[in-house]
Every structure is written in C-alpha cells, then in structure tokens.
C-alpha cells in the first residue's frame, strides 16, 4: 500500500497549457507538502497544508494554486506552463506541522517537462 | 548562519570505510532536524528527527548527533557499503513553522 501517492508520475506538456498534480496520503496525516525539485537538484518547499488550511506559501507565481479539497489530499495546478517550471515536484506529508519532530514522508515524484 | 549548509558537497569513499558529514543550521528558532537519505530516481526517506541538545540517533551502521547550541549535525557511517550510496539531506525546522532544506552531500561508495 503506497503511503503517499502522486499522478502523474510524468507529464510532457506544450508551453502555455494548464496542468495539475495530484497528491493523496493515506497514513493519516495532518500536513501536506508540494516541493520543486530545482536544475541544481535542490528540494524547495512550495507549501503546505495542515487540515486543509494554507500555512506554508513560498514565493511562488500565481501561476501555481493548490488545493486541499481533505487532509489526505493536496492538489497542485499550474496555469500558463513556462519552460522554467520543468522540474520534479514531490508531495509529501507528516503527522505534525512543517519542521516539528515527525518525519516527511514523500510521494515518488512528478517529473514535469514543457516543450 | 540563515540557512542550512551541508558539507562536503559530495563525498567518494572506498567500501568498508567509515566517513561522516556535517550539517549546519540557524541555531535561533530551532525546533528539530531531520535527515533523510535519498536514493537517485527514488524519494527521499527519514532516517532520523532530532530536537534535543546533544541528542545521538543510531539505525544499523548510520548514526547522527545534534549540537543545538553552535547549531550543526554530524551523520557518520560506519563501514560503508554500495547500498550506502545515496543524496544525505538535512533539514531544520523552526518555532515559525519553517522547514529548510540543505542541499545535501552526495556518497558515492567504491567498491
């Protein structure tokens, strides 16, 4: 059973077109994390959700939006894809909030790439 | 120090020997620090969470110490094996709810 899971695993897209990531965690969680994974393979957190409220908003575009419809979820939708969003983007959750003393447990992560 | 450094960048160690790298992190605000281990075309997994001054974590052959006070973390290894190479990232946390990574020592293992 896979504990947090992301779909797409790739996704090829043209410049311009609207896309989105799905996340789901079934470990019970509170917390849920979107990360970049940047060209210099740095993982920078994007946000994240406790209970479906925003407490982590990075500067991001507002091109990036997401959503928590429950706390096993957290959606990630980009507007207007540019080259410069091709990247891997990990979802990840934890027990406690961003930074406390329970461990991230991340999803395989999506490799997007815009043509 | 305002952000999360790793050093050394990568790391090349002939299989059985031991090694260790360093993390260091904003000592104010400190909350917990976290390593994980992170395989190439894999995500990356916890190995430890650490809060206390003077904390020491052990799992097999890896363990960890936590120094809040000067604001640094070493991972040591001992006995290095192939399986042993992977990306080793830190991250710390603080009171504000932040979580910052480091950019993570890459081990290569020669067998």
Known sequence: DTAVSQTPKYLVTQMGNDKSIKCEQNLGHDTMYWYKQDSKKFLKIMFSYNNKELIINETVPNRFSPKSPDKAHLNLHINSLELGDSAVYFCASSLSGPGRSQPQHFGDGTRLSIL | ?111
């Open chain 2, 1 to 111: 120090i305002l952000n999360v450094e790793q050093s050394p960048q990568s790391l090349h160690v002939q299989e059985g020997d031991s090694t260790n790298f360093t993390c260091s992190f904003p000592s104010s605000n400190f909350y917990a620090l976290h390593w994980y281990r992170w395989e190439t075309a894999k995500s990356p997994e916890a190995l430890f969470v650490m809060t206390l001054n003077g904390d020491e974590k052990k799992k097999g052959r890896i363990s960890a110490t936590l120094n809040t006070k000067e604001g640094y973390s070493y991972l040591y290894i001992k006995g290095s094996q192939p399986e042993d190479s992977a990306t080793y990232l830190c991250a710390s946390g603080s009171s504000a709810s932040k979580i910052i990574f480091g950019s993570g020592t890459r081990l290569s293992i020669r067998p």
